[in-house]
């Protein structure tokens, strides 16, 4: 009996220690860029948003960013662990969203030719992975930690097969949406996640 224990208390362990190392995720309904491609830049006059999900954590599981356009979710990519998305912007303000096990949202005031840095932060769920959106802030673009993690995520892009992906799940994401978005709306506004005109470089 003991020895059963101590070796599903073993099992339990390692796989709790598979999930906090830094695992690769499964790149699905996402085409990755070729590590030759041009460096990706903004065009003149527009800007960048990068999704970037340096950490392991959750690795089995697909997270997925929308920009919401009047209340609509467009999808920007499907962020997989230790990848990156680039999201082509005009100047402007900006509603984000994660999909996970929850939904979570991030505001954003875009300034023309800058590159701006959003972390798709996992954490752990009842069932599966929950994700939330983290800026990151100018001050800490020049840090090592930053130079690290962005390095470490491969870049990847949308194609046929994330848009189908997106179209044929609407349901659900607009369902989470639906569900998440009136209590976030509840915070104060000092605490719901942004990013501000000058963190982008």
């Keep these: 009996m003991e020895s059963r224990l101590t070796r599903s208390l073993t099992l339990a362990l390692a796989a709790l220690a598979l999930l906090l190392t830094g695992c690769e995720g499964t790149i699905q309904h996402m085409r990755e860029v070729p590590a030759a491609a041009p460096p990706v830049v903004p065009e003149p006059g527009k800007a960048l ?33 230790k990848t990156k998305v ?15 096990e929850n939904a979570d949202f991030l ?8 590159t701006y840095y959003v972390r798709v932060e996992p954490r752990m769920g009842m069932w599966k992975a929950r994700f939330g959106l983290e800026p990151i802030r100018q001050k800490d673009l020049a840090a090592a930690e930053f ?49 501000l005109p000058e963190d982008g470089k």
Excluded: H, T
């Design 86 to 100: 680039a999201y082509r912007v005009n100047p402007g303000k900006y509603l984000f969203m994660v999909i996970g």
């Design 107 to 114: 505001s954003a005031e875009i300034l023309p030719d800058r």
């Design 49 to 81: 948003v990068v999704f970037m999900r340096p950490s392991g954590l959750g690795f089995a599981v697909q997270s997925s960013v929308f920009e919401i356009k009047d209340n609509y979710p467009a999808l920007v990519g499907i962020v997989a662990a």
């Design 147 to 195: 130079a690290g993690e962005l390095n470490e995520c491969k870049w990847v892009e949308k194609n046929a097969a994330s848009d189908a992906w997106a179209s044929g799940n609407m349901v659900s994401i607009q369902s989470k949406r639906n569900e998440y978005y009136p209590d976030w709306m509840k915070q104060a506004e000092a605490e719901r996640p942004r990013l």
